[in-house]
């Protein structure tokens, strides 16, 4: 199908000699990953933009390299690029999401994120603590509580000669049990224009200096003994020593790696089959698909995996993690319901059982890791407790009979009635949890509302029009902001609103859930269209999916062609949309070199002239980071161009755009401003950062071209999305869903890859992820009615 935007190409620009060298630029430095291989380009992705299905601006057709009639009109602003959330499989290849977990695990084992992710530990701890006292004392050296304790039970039973082996796969799942407010706040962290040196829980230098011997000794890089005795604690060393495939369990090491550690260290007796090595396995396959989205995997999938690695016996390599403690295991499919006699039948007829047996649906066994199903199964408890301890029958009639549209007077209604709400709808649906936040405020209530972005947290603050009403989620659960913490570690809170919430990872969810009191209302708001978090879980479409509370849709759409070209692809279909302002733009190019000339001749010149946005408030998203057209290679480019320079401070100058990543699964913007013995100092939005200048390598990086999950929750007046020939693999609708709704005014679409992009957007929906929330949410009791 074609989309043709109606509008008049402006003429082409005269300049461009300066831009010859950057069609063929080189990767950018990415700090810490390799790089990805560029792939080869289509050659003749359609000169003709027609067949692209987006409403083409005419490009001019003339110009071998140079016009930049290819974007005059053009002004689009790729809006999607940072830092891509490693490994979810929607829009990175494996190689990116190989490079983005180490990139995570690297940020999340050092300075300036530490506080944080110490905050988070801890209130994880004390999850833990409360649910092991419910569950009365655990068996001396079992370590485990929950189901983790009810299927170590089971696995000695099977030991002992008293059950069958497949009692592993026959425990019912625990009955879900009300949630107090956690008992204490964790340490707050709030920013500081200079590292503090004490606030990151760093392992001891006598620690990191045993590892490192140990690490030596097996042959292994010396640059591993921090993350490694961050990772597994203090007794580090000694743990490597009796189990060399810990090491496994570093962010970034492969099996290959930790098998030739493990055998100098071992020598001949160790190998393939290994116990230890086995169940090595089978968490890192576990963590491998926590990266593309998943808090657990399909037994048999674990199995297939561990055949890859020369394991010949997976079925006994996944009953010894079990036995273990590595990895829990689930059922999940069961249907019960031919078990049962017909109505009138006295006795069942022999065979019967056999029959209704087999007539059964099959049972799903799963397999995760204990701070996923913890994490899932707080979250659901949470959710119940906070849909049954609510004031069901709050009178907000006459704030939502002067709500400003019809959709946020019913979401103001049900909030009214509900302790917990799903609220979905575009960008323009935002004002609707907005008007409630106001609403609720002034009838007395402490309410406030949470972003995924600082972008979003403007925006937001813009729309109550008050700028104490937005936070961003990372800093309400860290402390920086917010309204603090009441006696017994509960938000001082009557109503949350959770803005960007597809992007809520499960681990996340609960433990801003467990931070809410009994009676508090919580809502949750995004657009379903979108990519997903950037960590396990799905923690947005499973309760839509669930049914566990109310859900209000917005009727709000979108305006403009944008708006337009948006919801179509939001329903699978590449609409035509007439565009008389050149809001939508098609450059059609030939291969990936020809890509990034268009770019930057977009970004630095078309769009701020033909458009009047400046380069600074335009956008580049492109499918990954590798490639000849990916975030490396595109940010190279445009620095080239726009802030050239000798990139003095590790790869930076002052002035260069770029995003800082404290922490995994977070993306702050910024600019450089200058360096010093401290570390690099940045500008985030108003804000003074330092990083350290151990952190600069894999915490920052440039930022005029991002991925689409970096750009998940950020708008920007421009965008400009690149789709080379190679990133048609990467390519999906909620990619080109949330890729092509991060331009307000503007969008152009650099397009190479012919009809990759219409068939994904009617053929290639979100990659489904196995997650375990739904059933448990699906399990929660009624609601009382009174």
Same mark, same amino acid.
Request: aromatic residues 4%.
């Given at each position: 199908m074609t989309a043709h935007p109606r509008g008049e190409a402006p003429d082409p620009a005269a300049e461009n000699d300066?831009?010859?060298?950057? $069609?063929?630029?080189?990767?950018?430095? $990415?700090?810490?990953?390799?790089?990805? @291989?560029?792939?080869?380009?289509?050659?003749?992705?359609?000169?003709?933009?027609?067949? $692209?299905?987006?409403?083409?601006?005419?490009?001019?057709?003339?110009? !071998?390299?140079?016009?930049?009639?290819?974007?005059?009109?053009?002004?689009? %602003?790729?809006?999607?690029?940072?830092?891509?959330?490693?490994?979810?499989?929607? !829009?990175? %290849?494996?190689?990116?999401?190989?490079?983005?977990? %180490?990139?995570?695990?690297?940020?999340?084992?050092?300075?300036?994120?530490?506080?944080?992710?110490?905050?988070?530990?801890e209130l994880r701890r004390r999850i833990e603590q409360r649910k092991a006292e419910k569950e009365g004392p655990i068996e001396a050296g079992a370590k485990l509580s929950g189901p983790a304790a009810d299927l170590l039970a089971a696995v000695r039973a099977v030991e002992n000669g008293e059950k069958p082996g497949t009692a592993f796969f026959d425990s019912p799942s625990p009955a879900p049990a009300p949630r107090r407010a956690p008992e204490a706040a964790p340490t707050p962290h709030r920013p500081s224009p200079a590292p503090r040196p004490g606030a990151a829980r760093a392992a001891s230098p006598e620690a990191a200096a045993s590892v490192a011997a140990v690490?030596?000794?097996?042959?292994? @890089?010396? !640059?591993?003994?921090?993350?490694?005795?961050?990772?597994?604690?203090?007794?580090?060393?000694?743990?490597?020593?009796?189990?060399?495939?810990?090491?496994?369990s570093v962010p970034g090491v492969r099996p290959e790696q930790a098998d030739g550690f493990a055998r100098a260290l071992l020598g001949p007796e160790c190998g393939p089959g290994d116990g230890r090595r086995t169940s090595a396995l089978v968490a890192w396959l576990l963590e491998r698909a926590a990266l593309r989205g998943h808090t657990a995997l399909d037994a048999d999938e674990?199995?297939?995996?561990?055949?890859?690695?020369?394991?010949?016996?997976? /079925?006994?390599?996944?009953?010894?993690?079990?036995?273990?403690?590595?990895?829990?295991?689930?059922?999940?499919?069961?249907?019960?319901?031919?078990?049962?006699?017909p109505d009138g039948t006295e006795e069942p007829h022999e065979g019967? /059982?056999?029959?209704?047996?087999? /007539?059964?649906?099959?049972?799903?066994?799963?397999?995760?890791?204990?701070?996923?199903?913890?994490?899932?199964?707080?979250?659901?408890?949470?959710?119940?407790?906070?849909?049954?301890?609510?004031?069901?029958?709050?009178?907000? %009639?006459?704030?939502?009979?002067?709500?400003?549209?019809?959709?946020?007077?019913e979401l103001i209604r049900t909030a009214a009635t509900a302790g917990l709400v799903v609220h979905s709808g575009g960008e323009s649906a935002r004002a609707e949890p907005a008007a409630l936040i106001a609403a609720a405020r002034a009838l007395g209530l402490r309410a406030l509302g949470t972003t995924h972005s600082v972008d979003g947290r403007r925006r937001l603050a813009a729309a109550v029009g008050d700028p104490r009403c937005?936070? !961003?989620?990372?800093?309400?659960?860290?402390?920086?902001?917010?309204?603090?913490?009441?006696?017994?570690?509960?938000?001082?809170?009557?109503?949350?609103?959770?803005?960007?919430?597809?992007?809520?990872?499960?681990?996340?969810?609960?433990?801003?859930?467990?931070?809410?009191?009994?009676? $508090?209302?919580?809502?949750?708001?995004?657009?379903?269209?979108?990519?997903?978090?950037?960590?396990?879980?799905?923690?947005?479409?499973?309760?839509?999916?669930a049914r566990a509370c109310p859900q209000v849709l917005s009727r709000t759409p979108d305006p403009g062609p944008i708006g337009e070209l948006v919801s179509g692809i939001g329903i699978g279909e590449l609409a035509q949309v007439e565009a008389p302002g050149k809001e939508v733009v098609i450059v059609p190019v030939r291969d990936a070199g020809e890509a990034v000339h268009r770019t930057v001749q977009l970004v630095a010149d078309s769009v701020p002239r033909a458009i009047g946005v400046p380069s600074a408030d335009t956008q580049v998203i492109t499918v990954g980071h590798g490639g000849s057209a990916g975030t490396?290679?595109?940010?190279?480019?445009?620095?080239?161009?726009?802030?050239?320079?000798?990139?003095?401070?590790?790869?930076?100058?002052?002035?260069?755009?770029?995003?800082?990543?404290?922490?995994?699964?977070?993306?702050?913007?910024?600019?450089?401003?200058s360096a010093d013995a401290e570390g690099l100092h940045l500008d985030c939005e108003g804000t003074p950062v330092v990083v350290p200048a151990d952190r600069v390598e894999s915490s920052v990086r440039h930022?005029?071209?991002?991925?689409?999950?970096?750009?998940?929750?950020?708008?920007?007046?421009?965008?400009?999305?690149?789709?080379?020939?190679?990133?048609?693999?990467?390519?999906?609708?909620?990619?080109?869903?949330?890729?092509?709704?991060?331009?307000?005014?503007?969008?152009?679409?650099?397009?190479?890859?012919?009809?990759?992009?219409?068939?994904?957007?009617?053929?290639?929906?979100?990659?489904e992820r196995t997650t375990r929330l739904r059933p448990l949410l699906e399990a929660l009791p009624t609601p009382d009615a009174s």
């Open positions: 300066e831009d010859r060298e950057e $069609t063929g630029a080189p990767a950018a430095r $990415t700090p810490g990953a390799a790089p990805e @291989p560029a792939g080869e380009d289509d050659a003749g992705t359609a000169q003709d933009t027609d067949e $692209t299905g987006l409403s083409a601006a005419e490009t001019g057709a003339d110009d !071998t390299q140079d016009t930049d009639e290819t974007g005059l009109s053009a002004a689009e %602003t790729g809006a999607d690029d940072a830092q891509d959330t490693d490994g979810t499989r929607e !829009t990175v %290849t494996e190689t990116d999401g190989a490079q983005e977990a %180490t990139e995570a695990s690297a940020a999340a084992g050092l300075s300036e994120a530490e506080a944080e992710l110490a905050a988070q530990r690490l030596t000794e097996g042959g292994a @890089p010396g !640059t591993l003994a921090a993350p490694a005795a961050v990772t597994l604690g203090e007794q580090a060393a000694d743990l490597l020593r009796q189990d060399p495939w810990q090491l496994l674990v199995r297939a995996g561990l055949t890859e690695f020369a394991v010949a016996d997976p /079925e006994a390599a996944v009953e010894n993690a079990v036995a273990e403690g590595v990895v829990l295991v689930f059922q999940d499919g069961v249907d019960a319901t031919g078990a049962q006699e019967a /059982e056999d029959r209704a047996e087999s /007539e059964q649906a099959p049972v799903r066994v799963l397999l995760g890791l204990d701070r996923y199903a913890l994490a899932e199964e707080s979250l659901a408890d949470g959710l119940g407790r906070l849909v049954n301890s609510c004031e069901k029958g709050a009178d907000w %009639t006459e704030a939502a009979a002067s709500a400003p549209s019809a959709s946020a007077g937005a936070v !961003t989620l990372s800093a309400l659960l860290s402390g920086e902001d917010g309204p603090g913490r009441d006696a017994d570690g509960a938000f001082a809170l009557d109503l949350l609103v959770v803005l960007d919430a597809p992007q809520l990872d499960v681990e996340t969810a609960a433990m801003l859930v467990e931070s809410l009191a009994d009676g $508090t209302r919580l809502v949750l708001s995004g657009d379903p269209g979108v990519l997903g978090s950037a960590g396990a879980g799905r923690v947005f479409a499973d309760v839509i999916a490396r290679a595109l940010n190279t480019a445009l620095k080239q161009r726009l802030n050239p320079g000798p990139g003095r401070f590790g790869g930076f100058d002052p002035g260069d755009r770029v995003v800082h990543v404290p922490a995994p699964g977070r993306v702050v913007p910024g600019s450089v401003v930022s005029w071209a991002l991925s689409a999950h970096q750009a998940a929750g950020m708008r920007w007046p421009a965008a400009v999305v690149v789709l080379p020939g190679d990133a048609a693999q990467g390519l999906s609708r909620p990619w080109v869903y949330t890729a092509f709704s991060r331009g307000e005014r503007h969008l152009s679409v650099v397009h190479g890859v012919d009809q990759a992009l219409p068939r994904a957007v009617a053929e290639i929906p979100a990659q």
